[in-house]
């Protein structure tokens, strides 16, 4: 039977008389019956007494795990067992997500999103590290902000849900590294400088108060491996349960930075590097976020690009998933080449005062700088990709699960992201969209408290490869700069493409 981070137990008290004149505190923890002892704060003594009172000796005890044993958090008048909520967060340094979740039954009862507040002080983590170096007051302000959001969150979660998410006893979180020292008011400097000696890898559960936050329950995080690999990459570990699997498995999380683990029940090889801000539409003149007024489809139509926009409204820009698919279909139409340089002749292409580029929508363009940073982008992801498997011995053949995490997995064509070189070329039931793992193993944690052993294990068993220290990692790179790369005999299926367009 699972354990979650807090439990309802609802408690029939016979009230003091001369005959059973025992403590209150003694009184509760008889009701309760715990073969271990149940910590009780003298302010909680202070509140039950008047409840019990009120609802004729009968309540419902709201208790807690702190990291080491149960802790009464409150007394609720009468039998609320039915009503017992959770929430569970992907705390990324763009987007924060929250769900409200439902203890006995598991069911997610509602999801918000918000941009991270902490964008006002910087958009990217290396300014938001800097803006904090040597300076407490700082500190305080970008937690204040998370912590503002995670209060918005949860009052949109109320209303939509009917549900009190403040009362809510449990709380657990998943983040990288920096975004969690954020939370805790840590100096997330260490993440970035030599020799990288963080704060924290492995936080002690907290209260939410401690964090300002508008609840009283306890906080767990998820703890990380080292200060670029975080605990959002082990949760996606639980989520997808690749430490218990017999066939090789490749999880790769592309975000600000991209995250890869190579393995299953009998290792798990780590390793995180700079490759995300291009994939994510980040370092693209026209790139935005997969919001509305997003081109996230491209395709050709009787020779020309043609659009799907996000809303259906008019185009503003392009996201992840849209430039995959531009790339693709400039490439399956000769209009750039292995290079990924446009051609003076492909139809689309325009000489504009900021060089070649392609008109993709009616004002938009995406320019041959944008191609070669895409392009440096998914040759390190890839590259990453298949040091590692060198690494082991193994080819990609040998993969029977290829994960993409996140969003920008979930939303990108295969047979695109195959196309430019971003996915191996093989079966495509092998490649799988898990979406946000970090929100699904946070979600686990909440329900399953035996999924923090389950963690300590994994990193345990982790062994962390720096690909900064890998002498010819640039070099190896260079192969994966082409589209899709230099040996094309590598991807069949693209070959087998590009002689159906001629």
Known sequence: MTEGWSKKVFLKLNPPAPED???LQERILRGLGEKEAVRIRPAVLGEAREILKKSGWAATAVMVFDGRGWELLRLEAGDTVREHFGLCVDLGSTTILMELVDMNTGEVRGRENMFNPQIAFGEDILTRIFYTKDEPEHRRVLQKAVAEGFGELMARLSEKTGADA???AAMTVSGNTT??????GLDAFGVFQAPYAVETLAPDVCRGEELGLPFAGVVYCYPALANY???DIVSGMIAT???Q???ICVFLDVGTNGELVVGNKDFLLAGAGAAGPALEGGVVRTGMRASRGAVDRVFTEGGCLRVHVIGEGRAEGICGSGIVDLISELFLNGWIDIRGRIGEEALPALKTPEGPAVEYAPGLYFYQSDI???VKTKAAAMTMVEYMMGLIGLSMEDVGRFYVAGAFGTHIDKEAGVTIGMYPDIE???????GNTSLAGARKMLLDRSNREKAAEILERMEYVQFGAVEDFIHRMTAARAIPHTDLQRFPSVAERLKERM
């Open 372 to 374: 070669d940073e895409f």
């Open 166 to 168: 403040f009362s809510c």
């Open 428 to 434: 495509r039931e092998k490649i799988i969209s898990p």
């Open 241 to 243: 349960g690749i430490p």
């Open 179 to 184: 975004m969690i020292h954020f939370l805790l």
């Open 245 to 247: 699997r017999e066939e």
């Open 21 to 23: 004149a025992v403590p």
């Open 229 to 231: 690999l975080g605990g």
